[in-house]
């Protein structure tokens, strides 16, 4: 059985620094672009951050490019994102997901809460 399974949400002051993890299990995705996504209250869920399994390119939505870093780490099965001067409204569940295919990620995490206040 496939598992995302992310962490290191919680409650951070706007300024702040947060590290999320998603670790997959039942497979390995290193031949899988890896993503995340996130989803704040009363809004559609939206695109943060892609790692392209076979360039290593990065792409960020436009409203945390310089601020967010995602990673990977194919030996430990897991994906990374950095989160810098957080503002209020990062605000959202986080989402980690993995393997694109025909446009959509088949797997998907349960997420992970980050508040941040100001």
């Known amino acids: 059985q496939v598992q995302l399974v992310e962490s290191g949400g919680g409650l951070v002051q706007a300024g702040g620094s947060l590290r999320l993890s998603c670790v997959a299990s039942?497979?390995?995705?290193?031949?899988?672009?890896m993503a995340w996504f996130r989803q704040a209250p009363g809004k559609e869920r939206e695109f943060v951050a892609v790692?392209?399994?076979?360039?290593?390119?990065?792409d960020y939505a436009d409203s945390v490019k310089g601020r967010f870093t995602i990673s990977r780490d194919n030996a430990k099965n897991t994906v990374y994102l950095q989160m810098n001067s957080l503002k209020p409204e990062d605000t959202a569940v986080y989402y980690c997901a993995a393997e694109k295919i025909r446009g959509l990620y088949a797997y998907w995490g349960q997420g992970t809460q980050v508040t941040v206040s100001s």
């Open positions: 790692v392209n399994w076979r360039s290593g390119i990065k």
């Open positions: 039942g497979r390995t995705f290193s031949r899988s672009d």
